[in-house]
T-cell receptor, first 113, second 114 residues
C-alpha cells in the first residue's frame, strides 16, 4: 500500500511569512496533485505535477515534484489570511488503478493578520 | 465544486438506521469516485464506479456499505445499520476519463450518527 506522509500537520503563522508543506513517500507516483479545502466544502484542485523535477507556480504558490517522483512540496510566499485552509497532497500510484488517489493527512494552515 | 452535486449536505441518523448518500456527477463525466474523510484525517478512497459497473471497491468496508451508479440517475452510497464510527464527511468526485484522476469534487455529505 502506498502512503503519503504530509508535514507539518498544523501550521500557524503571521501574515507575510513564508512556509513550506512537504509530502513524502517511499513509493513512486505517476503524478501528484495539491488540493485546498475550505471548511464544509470539498477539495479544490490547485495543481497537478507529472514530471520528476517539475516546478509549477500559481501566484504566490510554488509546487515542486521530486526528481524521483516520490515527494513534493508546496511553498507559499508572503502568506495572507486568505491562504488559511486545509492543504492536501494526493498521488496517483504508479500502478494507476483506475485513477484512485492516495491522499496525505493534510496540513491545516492558519495565517493570522 | 458546483458541477458535482451531492445531497443531502448534512444527514443525521440514529444507530441502526440506513444512510443513503447521492452524487450527481458533472455533465459529461461517467466516472465517479467516493472518498471518506474522518476528523483530522485525509481522504480515504472507497469505491470507483462507471455507469452500471463497480470498477474498484477495494476501499469499501466488507459489510454494510454498498455503492451503485445506475444507467439513469445519481450514484448512491448506501450504509446499512449505521454505527457511530460511520460519522464522517463523504465526498464524491467525478472525471470525464478514468485513470487520469482529473477530479472535480462535490461539497460532500456530512453524516452524523447519534
Amino acid at each position: 500500500t502506498q502512503l503519503l506522509e504530509q508535514s507539518p500537520q498544523f501550521l500557524s503563522i503571521q501574515e507575510g511569512e513564508n512556509l513550506t508543506v512537504y509530502c513524502n513517500s517511499s513509493s513512486v507516483f505517476s503524478s501528484l496533485q495539491w488540493y485546498r479545502q475550505e471548511p464544509g466544502e470539498g477539495p479544490v484542485l490547485l495543481v497537478t505535477v507529472v514530471t520528476g523535477g517539475e516546478v509549477k507556480k500559481l501566484k504566490r504558490l510554488t509546487f515542486q515534484f521530486g526528481d524521483a517522483r516520490k515527494d513534493s512540496s508546496l511553498h507559499i510566499t508572503a502568506a495572507q489570511p486568505g491562504d488559511t485552509g486545509l492543504y492536501l497532497c494526493a498521488g496517483l500510484p504508479s500502478y494507476n488503478q483506475g485513477g484512485k488517489l492516495i491522499f496525505g493527512q493534510g496540513t491545516e494552515l492558519s495565517v493570522k493578520p | 465544486n458546483a458541477g458535482v452535486m451531492q445531497n443531502p449536505r448534512h444527514l443525521v441518523r440514529r444507530r441502526g438506521q440506513e444512510a443513503r448518500l447521492r452524487c450527481s456527477p458533472m455533465k459529461g463525466h461517467s466516472h465517479v469516485y467516493w472518498y471518506r474523510q474522518l476528523p483530522e484525517e485525509g481522504l480515504k478512497f472507497m469505491v470507483y464506479l462507471q455507469k452500471e459497473n463497480i470498477i474498484d471497491e477495494s476501499g469499501m468496508p466488507k459489510e454494510r456499505f454498498s455503492a451503485e451508479f445506475p444507467k439513469e440517475g445519481p450514484s448512491i452510497l448506501r450504509i446499512q445499520q449505521v454505527v457511530r464510527g460511520d460519522s464522517a464527511a463523504y465526498f464524491c468526485a467525478s472525471s470525464p476519463l478514468g485513470g487520469e484522476a482529473s477530479y472535480t469534487f462535490g461539497s460532500g455529505t456530512r453524516l452524523t450518527v447519534v
